[in-house]
């Protein structure tokens, strides 16, 4: 079992930072793949950012170049950091573990970009 806890989100003006926190319990982090996902009000969840055990990273082409995802191996932790925020990427922000048939999620942490 693995359960994952997000923590960073807020409400940032357009063009500021915030880093996204994952921290996972249990020792299967290393086997997992981890992502982000966001889903705005009225739209459906959608991946923002993945990561493999070996460290291969996968962007939705609307965050290229702003965002970056990352993981801490001895910390059971992926990051997401977030620059040049936009109003449009004002959602609830999951993290998810997966492997093979198995995935699990976080409770989510809004993130609110104002213009």
């Known amino acids: 079992q693995v359960q994952l806890v997000e923590s960073g989100g807020g409400l940032v003006q357009a063009g500021g930072s915030l880093r996204l926190s994952c921290a996972s319990s249990g020792s299967l982090f290393n086997f997992y793949t981890m992502g982000w996902y966001r889903q705005a009000p009225g739209k459906e969840r959608e991946l923002v950012a993945d990561i493999t055990v070996s460290g291969t990273t996968n962007y939705a082409d609307s965050v290229k170049g702003r ?13 997401l950091q977030m620059n040049s925020l936009k109003p449009e990427d004002t959602a609830v922000y999951y993290c998810k573990a997966s492997r093979l048939t198995r995935q699990y999620w976080g409770q989510g942490t809004q993130v609110t970009v104002s213009s």
């Open 67 to 79: 965002f970056s995802i990352s993981r801490d191996a001895a910390k059971n932790t992926v990051y």
